[in-house]
């Protein structure tokens, strides 16, 4: 009579280490993966709405326990230099005495006069976080994009005041990496460019902007349209620089054919320096940042 192993097919008789080799596999298999740890998994396209909830909820959550009550938004282009970095960049082009280099030049001397906005935004960043951030209370704390030229130069502000200042900064198809001067436990990186506008405005209590390209333009024009059609609390919207602004949009003529209304000029000032945006601000708020 034929014992229980003979009657057992010769081919489900493996040996241990066959049996240990397909356990193997099956602990190494990404669909054993535990959910929350399966990186292909997060980053699948079934997994968006997950995806667009976690970059809701993270920044919320370091921000509540950071006791950050509300923001200054800072705005501007990212190919900004300071001055001496500026100043370098051209005597160096221009020592070179090449004619092929002529627009290189004329980019160099715009970028120079342009550097004074890097010291306008760096100096309103440090008198805005060196008068709110008192005492553990943080308000107005300065957000930008985190990266460079305004951007840096409005975390390096709060950073010379020896306050906090936030980084909100996105994966580009060239990679962003954060300025060296946001607050280290404050500076995020966003995947979705519509979750990063929404913690710009989220707890914001005004907005300033530099001169700016497409970025500047889009974050700045998406902010009075959400105003405009009360979607957000009316807040202080100060544009700095009159000469760029007033050439890049003409708004009296919006308002000559119709297209805006006499109130929506109210929406936004323009001044031509931090001290004057920061007297718009405590004007608006009677020198008292809001609960």
């Known amino acids: 009579m034929k014992s229980e192993r003979d009657r057992i097919p010769a081919a489900d008789m493996s040996s241990e280490s066959e049996q240990a080799g397909l356990l193997r596999k099956i602990l190494q298999s990404s669909s054993y993966r535990l959910a929350q740890e399966d990186k292909e998994f997060l980053a699948s396209e079934d997994l968006r709405p997950v995806r667009l909830q976690l970059e809701f909820l993270k920044p919320k959550r370091y921000l509540r326990e950071h006791n950050v009550r509300s923001t200054i938004v800072v ?15 051209l005597e160096v082009l221009e020592r070179r005495a090449d004619p092929a280099l002529k627009a290189e030049i004329a980019r160099a001397r715009k970028q120079l006069e342009y550097s004074r906005y890097y010291v306008e935004a760096r100096h309103f960043a440090k008198i805005v976080s060196r008068r709110f951030q008192k005492e553990g209370r943080r308000d107005f704390v300065v957000v ?28 580009l198809p060239h990679e962003q990496a954060p300025n060296p001067f946001v607050t280290p436990e404050l500076c995020f990186q966003f995947r979705y460019f519509g979750l990063r506008k929404m913690h710009f405005l989220l707890r914001a209590r005004g907005l ?30 100060v544009l700095v620089g009159q000469q760029f602004w007033s050439r890049v949009i003409d708004f009296n003529f919006l308002l000559e054919e119709g297209m805006i209304d006499k109130e929506d000029l109210k929406l936004f000032s323009i001044v031509d320096s931090a001290d ?5 601000l405590c004007d608006f708020y009677q020198g008292t940042p809001p609960e």
């Open 276 to 280: 004057e945006a920061i007297t718009v």
């Open 144 to 171: 930008t994009g985190g990266g460079p030229g305004i951007m840096e130069a409005a975390n390096r502000g709060a950073y010379d005041a020896g306050e906090r200042s936030i980084g909100l900064n996105v994966t």
């Open 75 to 89: 705005f501007g282009s990212a190919r900004l230099l300071p001055p001496d970095h500026a100043e370098a960049r």
């Open 208 to 237: 300033v902007a530099f001169p700016g390209g497409f970025g500047t333009l889009d974050e700045l024009f998406e902010t009075l349209t959400l105003m405009q059609t009360k979607k957000v609390a009316t807040m202080p919207v």
